[in-house]
């Protein structure tokens, strides 16, 4: 591990990212392990105040880590890998039906989020929703991120099955305008 060390671990992620695309898969992933495993946790047990699925979820990002390094096109490693790992943990939250704290959700939204990926689509998405007004936002976020029902979110909201349904409607057109608007997925 000693020439391993010297060698690898004082390239720079950009650097280790070329490597990656040479074919120097294992000896990259092992060093990106060594840097980032603790910072994965740390972000990890934010989300799920639990350490076993905290480092459930550290093993399924450097599992998932290869493709995905391949199909994006990553400007800056660390904040990249952090995004991804929320994005992590946010999944399994939703798998669970755990609900995400509003604290966690809100400094997602806040965080810069990159080009050229699905993650910046998704975050532009959820900032149009902020920007709805009730009972749009309610709806949306409880149809679209909570997968709840038509009648479920009625009876939560205590508003009628015609007014949910109408809400959602528009909720979702205000959005399509919104992104639109910002010339953002044209």
């Not at 966690?104 to 709805?132: F, G, H, K, P, V």
């Not at 976020?141 to 709840?148: A, P």
């Not at 508003?159 to 919104?178: E, F, H, M, P, Y």
């Amino acid at each position: 591990m000693g020439l391993f060390r010297s060698k690898y671990l004082k390239l720079t992620d950009d650097e280790l990212l070329q490597l990656f695309k040479d074919g120097q898969e294992k000896k990259v992933l092992e060093v990106f392990y060594v840097r980032y495993a603790h910072l994965i946790m740390g972000t990890a047990l934010k989300y799920t105040n639990q350490s076993s699925d905290a480092e459930d979820i550290v093993m399924q990002v450097f599992e998932d880590l290869p493709n995905k390094i391949r199909r994006h096109e990553i400007s800056k490693f660390k904040p990249w890998l952090h995004m991804v790992t929320k994005n992590q943990c946010l999944m399994e939250l939703r798998k669970k039906k755990i609900e995400v704290p509003l604290e966690l959700t809100e400094r997602a939204q806040e965080e810069e989020y990159y080009d050229n990926s699905i993650d910046t689509q998704i975050a532009l998405a959820l900032d149009a929703i902020e920007l709805l007004k009730e009972p749009q936002k309610s709806c949306i976020r409880l149809f679209f991120l909570e997968k709840l029902s038509y009648v479920e979110i009625s009876g939560k909201l205590a508003l009628d099955l015609k007014t949910v349904k109408s809400a959602i409607q528009n909720g979702k057109r205000n959005i399509k305008l919104q992104l639109i608007h910002r010339d953002e997925f044209k």
